[in-house]
């Protein structure tokens, strides 16, 4: 192998590549980054054996040449010190070279670095994901969706399908659920079609989160490919395999209650700001719970603590209808909810002091944000 | 007690306060922050046993009216959880009241916590340190001392005088000396003329970092008293006081050689980026080695570890003068010195491969850094 790279450009694929890079891997191999050198472009392979991430660098990239090719090759690296060398070598260039032994020689400024590599024979092959079930969704609405549900799924491994995401598809809509079974998160993508012969895809919580660092929010499409236990995204020269979680999600439809005791209609940003402070105290008291009562006009927050304090602080309902109630909740369930819905008026409703309760945008049902209550009277 | 206070001042206040203050203090009243309150002014006392400091409110601050006293008294609160609650408060004034048993209500906007405080009576009394043996540095000058010397303070306890910086008073001069035994900082203030009758004062690193993070680059003098073992830093509405480092520092003085063998002028920034590159291999292979070769006019850095590879990288010289060397030393050391050297030019004298090599200034000998070679030809 031998070629000229730019140095800015390769540096920030490296670092989308090293995403799917860990260093405590069981295989030693997969610590390392993969480089495939044919005559017109570069392949970054990294992979932790649950998700793997390949670039391709093509010579050119809007028009400016950006690689030079004088001989293919492959070679495999040590991932992360591969990737601070080409960070920190001086020059707008940098220069790979096999040296023998799987060697390569990296060249930049006055700088020259030879780093022993592995036998890329010995680098396991990528899962292979065919196209035929395949949907496509906007960048943009792709990130949207993990950040409206991603943060529910359960961080715990004692049920393994509840650390994915669950993607349902209808004729006509799709369905993202997460739910660590004491809060869930429900997006609705509607207007959907979609040709998905299969009825659902757990995708696991940390390829979400790894994808979301690395796809952009834009227009751009990116191909969503399915296959018995994989999942393919294709974005732009990125592609991002996942493997799915195996098992069967539970039921979560029955979950949401019809007509409403009481509901709630209130500033996103105020009563978040609210739930935050009155949450310094109960989780000064090593708790996240804290305790809200309606009553007429009037919604108060509260929580006690016995040898820390108490504290009250009234928030002003936009609308409030129905029954007075007393409810308890996870003050952190209730701030990753609101922050979960990106608009500035939300409604709460509930169905009784002991029944989950539902937190969406006043005007639209894309997002359900549900909880369950603490038990506390 | 019952006071109102401006929140975002407050808050800056108890913040600089919190940098005394512990959680893991073996006297629990500790992690309290304590607050008197007289007729016309709020005094924070924050402190962790060698490190106290104190804050004086007074009702106005250019002019504006910042402390309203309807009742004076006095408060010691858990410091962080009250300082959050101050922080995270809406309104732009913070109201605090006394309640029974040592507790506060604290509000702002539509907020009322209470939180339980101890008893002030059982908050030990700051150590007390006259003013007979003083100086005054300029805050900004304070600042570069220490930004100069307390890196190269010894992060062990083995040799616990050696985890201060040495103050020297000379009769027009003052020397600030930090070393860790295998590196060592030298920082003189020349044209200082004081009165002070002791030799030295051993101030501890820790409690310079964290005075450095407190007083601002600024012309505005500190007065530095210092009594039999404690010393009292005096900035604007600001006291901070820390114990000194009992024991005979080291004669350091006869560590530095006259007569260089090899002498190198080269530019600081560039140079620190050569290392810092060279040093990634040498890190990569689990140490901090790097080896410079000097020979006519080259000068060349390498690293050479079995296994992971080799790195050489020649570096341009504004200045080279008498005989070839070899020398090897760690390299976080070379990294740390030329960043405590605030000049453009760096000046290197050697004095053979095993003894310890200097690095100043090209134009002034205000700060000398001193490193011992490693021992490896």
Redesign the interface.
């Known amino acids: 192998m031998q070629i000229q790279i730019q140095r800015a450009y390769f540096t920030e694929q490296l670092n989308d590549v090293l995403k799917a890079i860990s260093n405590r891997t069981t295989l030693p191999i997969l610590s390392g980054i993969k480089i495939e050198v044919s005559s017109d472009k570069l392949v970054l392979i990294g992979s932790n054996g649950e998700i793997s991430i390949e670039i391709t660098i093509p010579t050119e990239v809007d028009n400016e040449e950006i690689l030079t090719v004088t001989e293919p090759g492959e070679a495999v690296l ?1 991932a992360r ?1 591969f990737t ?2 080409v960070k ?3 020059g707008d260039y940098v220069q790979l070279k096999s040296t023998d032994q799987f ?1 390569i020689q990296v060249s930049g ?8 590599g592995s036998n890329p024979d010995h680098y396991p092959l990528l899962p292979e994901v065919n196209n035929e079930e395949s949907i496509k969704i906007a960048a943009s609405v792709l990130k949207t969706i993990i950040n409206e549900t991603n943060f529910a799924v359960s961080s715990s491994e004692t049920r393994p399908v509840l650390t994915g995401v669950n993607w349902q598809f209808f004729d006509e809509s799709l369905h993202f659920t997460a739910t660590d079974s004491h809060r869930l998160a429900l997006r609705k993508l509607n207007d959907k079609e979609n040709s998905i012969e299969i009825s659902n895809a757990i995708i696991p919580g940390k390829a979400l989160h790894e994808l979301n660092k690395i796809i952009e929010d834009s227009e751009e499409d990116v191909e969503i490919n399915f296959s018995q236990n994989q999942v393919l995204f294709k974005y732009g020269h990125l592609r991002f395999i996942s493997r799915l979680l195996e098992g069967n999600y539970p039921d979560t439809s029955r979950l949401f209650p019809e007509n409403f005791e009481t509901k709630l209609v209130i500033n996103n940003n105020e009563f978040l ?2 739930i ?3 949450s ?2 109960a989780l ?1 008291g090593g708790n996240s719970a804290i305790k809200m009562t309606i009553d007429n006009s009037r919604v108060l927050l509260s929580s006690n603590s016995p ?9 002003g309902a936009l609308n409030l209808e129905g029954e007075p109630l007393q409810i308890s909740f996870n003050s952190r369930y209730m701030m990753d909810a609101l922050r979960a819905i990106p608009e500035e008026e939300v409604s709460i409703e509930f169905f009784g002091t002991m029944k989950p309760f539902t937190i969406q945008s006043s005007t639209s049902n894309d997002v359900v944000q549900l909880i369950l209550p603490i038990r506390t009277y």
Do not use: Q
Not at 109 to 114: D, E, L, Q, Y
Not at 307 to 315: K, L
């Open positions: 040590p010190f601070d060398i920190k070598l001086d060697g400024g006055k700088s020259n670095f030879v780093i022993s700001k609210a935050d402070r009155v310094l105290l000064e040898e820390i304090g108490n504290v009250e602080e009234e928030v």
